[in-house]
Structures are given as structure tokens and as C-alpha cells.
């Protein structure tokens, strides 16, 4: 998870003025970084639409894979001495959630992912969705088709030595990154919220639901370096903060299916895309009550 969610740059010991506050444009890399490894945390829609009854409860979670950055993108350099970054993925990344059926075809989804260290970072994120759903029945195709409008929003941060872990700390040049014997202590924000429409169909009589659909996100994210360089009996604080310039709106389109086995356990899959970031693969899977 330290590497999934957040290296956007190597920041520790480059030559900047220590909390400082950098704001980088939307078209630079260290922008497109910022947007890049937002897009893995979007609170997408863990089923095809469906109208669910009031009170009934779907427990369940999603996992997906991570594509790495072009490497085009990790050539650093607007706020820190240019480099170039080699930024080693996790492949995945997951989280559970649950939704709450509600009156009129709405349902209330969260998730929360609690402040637990893991692989030696702790995130601490919360995730909301809102949707409405209404059925068609004389839809053209099988047993007709569901359309659904939801908001999502996801906030909170990740914490961890993500621009200086231990691995990458040295003490032979005092200018080079990682100058220091304690590893960074970072913080990332991956605020976001956004809406969407989606439209799913089930052909024929089966338990498996077909559903595509598109919108769009409003992303904040921010990056809060935490590292300490030491020189002999003298040391350094960095604790820059590096943010967008303004907010970005991210189009998104997306796609997948659900199959319910048995009206009480349900499995997915989906590809979620921004377009101007990354495309994901997603696997979602929950057991449900009436």
C-alpha cells in the first residue's frame, strides 16, 4: 500500500525551502502524478444498478490492479532539483464497503479503510456514495434495463515513509536525496468527489447484469513531505507541501458485470478509466441481506 497510493516524488534533500508550499500546474509532471495516483481510489460503484429494497444490506469489497506511470511523467523537476523518478508499484490495492437499500430507490455506500499500519504505512480514508436507482421494465432488452444516478467522494490520507523509506536513505552526499538516517514520515490527500450515470440490462432471465456508464471527478490531491536530514550535529526539516495549482475536473467512463448467485452473494468485475490518468482494472465481490 506504501507504494500503491502515493510516490509522486522523491522530495527529501533536494535543494527547496523547508514547509514551503509548491503549487505545480495540472500539465506538469509532478501534476500528472498527483492526478495518476488519485484515480486508484475513486469510490466507483461496486455492482451493475439495481433497485434495492429498503433495509436490505450488501456487505462486501473490491480489489484492482495498479498500472505503473509513463515513465515520461516521473521526470520530476518544478519544484525540486529535476530528477527522474523510478516509483515501484504494489500491483494492488482494496478496501471493503457496505450499502444500505433506502426508500425510492436510494442507497447510502461507505467505506472506510481504518488508521492500521500496513507495509509500513497508514492509511486512514473514508469513501461515500449516494445513488438512485429506477427500473425500466419494458427496456428492449430481456427483463429491461436499470438507470442509476449516484455522487461518490473519498477523503482522508495515507501516512508513511513514501518519498524516503529506509531502503533509500544515505549518508555519503549531502546534496543527493534521502540525506539522513531516519526514514520520511509523508502524508498524502487524495480528496476527490464526483458523480456518474450508469444504465445496466439483464439478458434474458440470469443472475448476470451487464451495466457501462460515464462521469465525471473533481480532484484536490496534495502531497506533505515529512523528512529530517542530518548533517554531523546539525539537521533539516522538509516538510514542503506540494498541490495543484486549482482543482481538476477528470472525465470518466466505465463498465463491467455483476452476477448474483442465489439472491445472496453477488461477484464482478469492472474497468474503470479516466481517461487523462489511468485505466484499472477491478474485481468486486459481497454477500447480501434482506
Given at each position: 500500500m506504501r507504494h500503491a497510493l502515493v510516490i509522486v516524488?522523491?522530495?527529501?534533500?533536494?535543494?527547496?525551502?523547508?514547509?514551503?508550499?509548491?503549487?505545480v500546474a495540472t500539465n506538469s509532471n509532478e501534476g500528472k502524478l498527483l492526478a495518476f495516483y488519485t484515480a486508484p481510489i475513486v469510490f466507483s460503484m461496486a455492482t451493475a444498478p439495481e433497485?434495492?429494497?429498503?433495509?436490505?444490506?450488501?456487505?462486501?469489497?473490491?480489489?484492482?490492479?495498479?498500472?505503473?506511470?509513463?515513465?515520461?511523467?516521473?521526470q520530476t523537476g518544478a519544484c525540486?532539483?529535476?530528477?527522474?523518478?523510478?516509483?515501484s508499484l504494489s500491483p494492488v490495492f482494496g478496501r471493503p464497503r457496505i450499502t444500505v437499500g433506502g426508500p425510492f430507490g436510494f442507497a447510502l455506500e461507505a467505506a472506510y479503510l481504518p488508521p492500521v499500519t500496513i507495509a509500513k504505512a497508514t492509511p486512514n480514508l473514508f469513501s461515500f456514495g449516494i445513488s438512485q436507482a429506477h427500473h425500466?421494465?419494458?427496456?428492449?432488452?430481456?427483463?429491461?434495463?436499470?438507470?442509476?444516478?449516484?455522487?461518490?467522494?473519498?477523503?482522508?490520507?495515507?501516512?508513511?515513509?513514501?518519498t524516503c523509506p529506509s531502503s533509500s536513505l544515505q549518508q555519503s552526499s549531502p546534496v543527493s536525496p534521502c540525506y539522513g538516517t531516519t526514514p520520511s514520515k509523508d502524508t498524502f490527500h487524495p480528496d476527490m468527489f464526483g458523480g456518474e450515470i450508469a444504465a445496466g440490462?439483464?439478458?434474458g432471465s440470469g443472475g448476470i447484469s451487464?451495466?457501462?456508464?460515464?462521469?465525471?471527478?473533481?480532484?484536490?490531491?496534495?502531497?506533505?513531505?515529512?523528512?529530517?536530514?542530518?548533517?554531523?550535529?546539525?539537521?533539516?526539516?522538509?516538510?514542503?507541501?506540494?498541490?495543484l495549482a486549482s482543482p481538476l475536473v477528470r472525465a470518466t467512463v466505465f463498465g463491467g458485470?455483476?452476477?448474483?448467485?442465489?439472491?445472496?452473494?453477488?461477484?464482478?468485475?469492472?474497468?474503470?478509466?479516466?481517461?487523462?490518468?489511468?485505466?484499472?482494472?477491478?474485481?468486486?465481490?459481497?454477500?447480501?441481506?434482506?
Open positions: 516524488v522523491s522530495l527529501c534533500g533536494l535543494q527547496y525551502q523547508a514547509g514551503a508550499q509548491c503549487k433497485v434495492m429494497e429498503p433495509a436490505s444490506i450488501r456487505i462486501g469489497g473490491e480489489g484492482e490492479y495498479i498500472p505503473k506511470p509513463n515513465p515520461a511523467i516521473e525540486f532539483t529535476q530528477t527522474s523518478e523510478h516509483t425500466f421494465t419494458a427496456g428492449p432488452i430481456g427483463t429491461g434495463t436499470t438507470l442509476m444516478f449516484r455522487v461518490h467522494g473519498t477523503f482522508g490520507n495515507v501516512k508513511g515513509a513514501i440490462f439483464a439478458p451487464f451495466y457501462a456508464g460515464a462521469g465525471a471527478n473533481r480532484i484536490n490531491p496534495h502531497f506533505q513531505v515529512g523528512f529530517t536530514s542530518t548533517n554531523g550535529t546539525t539537521s533539516s526539516v522538509d516538510s514542503t507541501q506540494v498541490e458485470a455483476t452476477a448474483i448467485v442465489r439472491q445472496i452473494f453477488d461477484v464482478g468485475a469492472q474497468i474503470y478509466s479516466v481517461p487523462s490518468d489511468a485505466t484499472l482494472f477491478r474485481l468486486m465481490g459481497g454477500f447480501r441481506f434482506r
